[in-house]
């Protein structure tokens, strides 16, 4: 992924390394921005507001059709959960030396105090599997790139956390 303000007209296009296969060669795919309102996964809705089972399909339908049946790629905004909703959690244990990829990690004595930093991390980047383009991201899945706001706000993007969640 690149992000620039340079005219693309600098840029220097460069071919695939040797040996590649044609399906490990990405080629790019011109996209168009448009706006959409999304709301929660309803895993973060307050649990006395929130009742799945008189609840759960209407705000399912609402909460899919921001996306009109297109692939769940998005800048900004509340992710598209395929496991669990606490990513900012797990950015903000990760990127503070918390191994988070099996239930022990949490049991680290510095969870509690780290908890309060996960507000914020924000979802920069979601990139849905997506068969048109070529991507497949492990069984049908999602990769999503976090950045704290407050790196964001400086322009600094050398610390983005990528999860990656699949069926």
């Known amino acids: 992924m690149f992000f620039s303000h340079a005219d ?10 040797a040996g590649l296969t044609p399906d490990c060669i990405y080629h790019p795919t011109p ?5 959409i309102d999304l709301l929660p996964d309803s ?8 009742v799945w089972d008189r ?6 339908e609402l909460q899919s059709g921001a996306f009109e049946n297109m692939h769940h790629h998005q800048v900004l905004g509340y992710p598209s959960p395929v496991q669990n909703a606490d990513m900012e959690e ?6 503070n030396g918390v191994y988070v990829g099996n239930p022990e990690g949490y049991k680290d ?6 908890k309060a930093g996960a507000t914020d991390w924000k979802l920069l980047l979601q990139l849905d599997t997506d068969d048109d383009i070529g991507w497949m991201w492990g069984d049908v899945g999602t990769l999503y790139f976090w950045v704290r ?9 050398s610390k983005v956390w990528m999860i990656f969640q699949c069926c």
Do not use: K, N, W
């Open 8 to 17: 693309r007209a600098s840029f220097t296009e460069r071919s695939a390394p």
């Open 31 to 35: 996209i168009a921005a448009h706006r």
């Open 43 to 50: 895993q973060t809705l307050p649990r006395t507001d929130f």
């Open 55 to 60: 609840d759960g399909d209407a705000y399912l």
């Open 90 to 95: 797990e950015c903000q244990l990760a990127s």
């Open 109 to 114: 004595p510095r969870v509690p105090a780290l």
């Open 149 to 157: 706001e407050s790196d964001a706000r400086c322009g600094d993007f």
